[in-house]
């Protein structure tokens, strides 16, 4: 079965940019879908980006204009570019992979927007 880790997590001030990435343990290129979701402070997780295995790309609103989901067949790995953020966007961001062969959750990375 794939599994997912997920890095580049931190603590970034308002305005400032983050890039998570997501590795799998296996092939990416016949992926269903990938994603990234997160869950904030005494919220429910909620979906925030997902990419298709020919690339297609939807957003939650809220993100709109400010987040870049992407991946890289060659490395196995998803990216989540996130530029202009907010305190709002302080969550543990997951990475979920609909592979052909089973589902996966990564174990989450944790992102506080704070001044």
């Known amino acids: 079965q794939v599994q997912l880790v997920e890095s580049g997590g931190g603590l970034v001030q308002p305005g400032g940019s983050l890039r998570l990435s997501c590795a799998a343990s296996?092939?990416?290129?016949?992926?269903?879908?990938m994603a990234w979701y997160r869950q904030g402070p005494g919220k429910q997780r909620e979906l925030v980006a997902t990419?298709?295995?020919?690339?297609?790309?939807n957003y939650v609103d809220s993100v709109k204009g400010r987040f870049t989901i992407s991946k890289d067949n060659a490395k196995n790995t998803v990216y989540l570019q996130m530029n202009s953020l907010k305190p709002e966007d302080t969550a543990v961001y997951y990475c979920y992979g609909d592979f052909p062969i089973n589902r996966a959750w990564g174990q989450g990375t944790q992102v506080t927007v704070s001044s």
């Open positions: 296996g092939s990416i290129f016949s992926i269903n879908v």
């Open positions: 990419i298709t295995r020919d690339g297609r790309r």
